[in-house]
């Protein structure tokens, strides 16, 4: 389903939301754990061949704690097709800048990258990555796999004063979603 206020604009690049939004669950596993969902490699393809940047952003709170690496966490995604990732390392008390839901992995990769946000657009299964996605002036897919129908109801709050562009029933929906804005871009 879309809100009337989908903006008309191209799409630079797409930045993908990990844990429950590309495989997994809704609770973090490590490099070299996490399967992906069925159809995600394939659709991370199509969004590569349509010309679509990639990028991950993910909150990974194990790492400060650990249990794993930055680095590991990137070569994960790469492995699956995403060329760069940014991790926030830190735990939710440490009130990090980089941790969604603020949008400052989104705007370091803008930076990086030379992208222009409001013409980027988030895929995540959270609250916290719908939330980034505004603050950064990224359209958004809530996927309905992992935490997203806790996102739905109850961190419903959270959110409340925003919609989804576009709520997907998992990661290869929002995809599908995608490919048509660029085919068939939506009227105003």
């Not at 429950?20 to 973090?28: L, V």
């Not at 939710?92 to 930076?111: T, V």
């Not at 959270?158 to 929002?174: G, H, K, Q, S």
Request: aromatic share 8%; with cysteine; charged share 25%.
């Amino acid at each position: 389903m879309t809100t009337p206020n989908i903006r008309n604009v191209p799409t630079q690049a797409v930045f993908i939301d990990r844990d429950g939004t590309i495989g997994g669950s809704d609770k973090i596993e490590y490099p070299g754990e996490m399967q992906l969902f069925d159809g995600v490699a394939e659709s991370i393809s199509t969004l590569s061949q349509h010309g679509f940047k990639l990028f991950g952003f993910t909150n990974q709170p194990g790492i400060t704690a650990g249990h794993s690496t930055v680095e590991a966490f990137q070569q994960e995604m790469k492995h699956f097709g995403i060329e760069h990732t940014y991790v926030c390392p830190h735990p939710a008390h440490e009130q990090c800048k980089c941790r969604k839901p603020r949008p400052d992995m989104l705007i370091q990769a803008a930076e990086d990258h030379q992208l222009k946000l409001e013409q980027c657009i988030v895929i995540g299964d959270r609250w916290s990555d719908m939330v980034a996605a505004r603050a950064a002036g990224c359209l958004c897919a809530l996927v309905m796999t992992g935490a997203g129908m806790r996102a739905m109801e109850e961190d419903r709050f959270r959110w409340d004063t925003m919609e989804a562009d576009y709520v997907a029933t998992d990661f290869n929906d929002a995809v599908k979603w995608i490919v048509q804005r660029r085919v068939q871009p939506m009227q105003e």
